[in-house]
């Protein structure tokens, strides 16, 4: 058996990190990992979660990349919650602002932007 558990991406403040992506997927509650408290982790089905691990402030934080599979509703509710933000989104990692949805590779849409840290998230929705 192999069950993926957590994927662990650096931030400056974790728990900013994961308040951000949660309240951007909705229905979600990040919450504090670690003896010290300086982890935060958003869960995102079948008991698998992102955890964001809080570096030095002044730490470089190589850029990472995440893409989440979401229901068409939640991917709604992710880009009018980036739209509402003001946050650059687009459907190409070359191209992350040009504030489409739509999707080459088939499926019914595809966004990439940055959390706080400079991540690039990605979303999708599955065609119908």
Do not use: K, W
């Not at 982890?39 to 730490?59: I, K, N, Q, R, W």
């Not at 939640?74 to 040009?98: M, S």
């Amino acid at each position: 058996m192999i069950e993926f558990d957590h994927v662990a991406l650096p931030a400056r403040d974790a728990e900013r990190s994961a308040r951000f992506l949660a309240d951007l997927l909705g229905g979600v509650q990040p919450r504090p990992e670690g003896p010290d408290g300086d982890m935060s982790s958003v869960p995102v089905g079948d008991g698998a979660m992102l955890l964001y691990m809080t570096v030095g402030a002044t730490d470089d934080i190589p850029r990472g990349h995440l893409a989440l599979r979401v229901d068409p509703d939640r991917f709604a509710g992710v880009v009018a919650g980036l739209r509402e933000r003001g946050i650059a989104f687009g459907n190409n990692p070359a191209e992350p602002e040009n504030g489409e949805t739509t999707d080459c590779l088939g499926e019914a849409g595809r966004l990439y932007f940055s959390d706080p840290d400079g991540h690039l998230l990605e979303v999708v929705t599955p065609a119908r």
